[in-house]
């Protein structure tokens, strides 16, 4: 009798699939979402000072430039050391995580080069790789108060690395959701290219919330948010929304790659464009799943304590929230 079920339904699956109604090759849901509604977000250029709300729920926005959108991309700068043979075994060429300084179990630091198209300039970034085994993540945010990164770090004296986040307004209120130990403030931004990191039962994770939408039930031990994602399921974003400017500017990014371990990465010195940050982020060999753009300008900066001399990236505003990264 259950040889006779098996059969029955295994034939019913042959004439489904005949008949059209189990397509095997059907077309992947969307990653993207092919047009934002309402509310715009700019990421402001180097030197263009804070965020400034012109009104609530508006923001001013730059023109992007002129130039067409670069086609090509293409990494610089990443170090390479040539097959050298020997009469036995070549010396094998090296991967990517070969130029990894280790801080401490779990928590590893870099600088990666690369040519913007938008400005033909190399851009240099630095990245903190963080194995939440390792390490547990945590959103400080105080009401009415802005710090300095350098500020920060001395607020924050056990944590080994330290970005800024949301987008705020001019009384230095976040924007978007914010969530500290449980208490949550603030209300999702009102665009379908927004995500956020967040923390929930312990597990972080970099999400997007055109995929996964926004429920407003939800419970956060831990959440920040930032616009527009950059690469999701592991494809960079094809195009920007025009509302959002796409001007040479510093950037801060929180991504997570496809082994779960979190990044933080900031520009240094160099501005690019929001294309310019995600191209660069598919092609680095740091098999990112999902990357988040969060507050970029004069507020992108960071603390990486490298064990020796702490690096910082400096930003000119001092900023109300971060994520902070401890040791477990």
């Known amino acids: 009798m259950m040889s006779q079920r098996i059969a029955f339904f295994a034939a019913l699956l042959i004439v489904l699939v005949g008949c059209g109604q189990i ?56 170090p390479v050391t040539p097959i050298r043979p020997t009469a036995v075994v070549p ?20 600088t990666i080069t690369f040519r913007a198209p938008s400005t ?18 945590k959103v400080h945010y105080q009401a009415g108060a802005a710090r300095t990164i350098q500020q920060w770090q001395v607020a924050l004296p056990g944590a080994v690395a330290i970005i800024n986040t949301n987008f705020f307004d001019a009384s230095r209120r976040p924007l978007g959701l914010v969530a500290s130990d449980g208490v949550l403030s603030g209300a999702s931004l009102p665009r379908n290219d927004t995500g956020v990191f967040q923390v929930v039962n312990g597990t972080p994770k970099v999400r997007s919330f055109f995929l996964e939408p926004y429920r407003n039930t939800e419970y956060f031990e831990q ?6 994602m950059l690469m999701v399921a592991g ?35 160099t501005p690019v464009s929001l294309t310019d940050m995600a191209r660069f982020l598919g092609v680095s060999g740091l098999d990112i799943n999902t990357a988040m753009n969060v507050d970029g300008g004069n507020s992108t ?24 990264a401890y040791k477990r």
Do not use: C, E, H
Request: charged content about 10%; aromatic content about 10%; cysteine-free.
């Open 223 to 228: 959440v920040t948010q930032g616009v527009p």
């Open 23 to 78: 397509d095997p090759n059907a077309t992947p849901p969307a990653l993207y979402p092919t047009r934002v509604p309402f509310g715009s977000l700019p990421t402001f250029a180097a030197g263009t000072g804070p965020i400034v709300a012109t009104q609530p729920g508006s923001f001013p926005t730059i023109p992007p430039p002129s130039a067409p959108a670069p086609t090509l991309f293409i990494p610089t700068s990443l």
């Open 120 to 137: 033909g300039q190399v851009a240099a970034v630095l990245i903190v790789r963080l194995d939440p085994r390792y390490v547990r993540f």
């Open 235 to 269: 494809q960079v974003a094809p195009a920007f929304n025009p509302d959002i400017n796409n001007a040479p500017s510093f950037r801060s990014v929180v991504a997570q790659d496809k082994s779960g371990r979190i990044l933080f990465i900031a520009t240094q010195l």
């Open 91 to 110: 010396t094998p060429i090296p991967s990517l995580d070969a130029n990894w300084n280790q801080i401490s179990a779990g928590i590893v630091w870099r």
């Open 301 to 324: 900066q960071m603390y990486v304590q490298t064990g020796g001399p702490s690096q910082f990236t400096t930003g000119f505003n001092p900023v109300p929230v971060v994520l902070a």
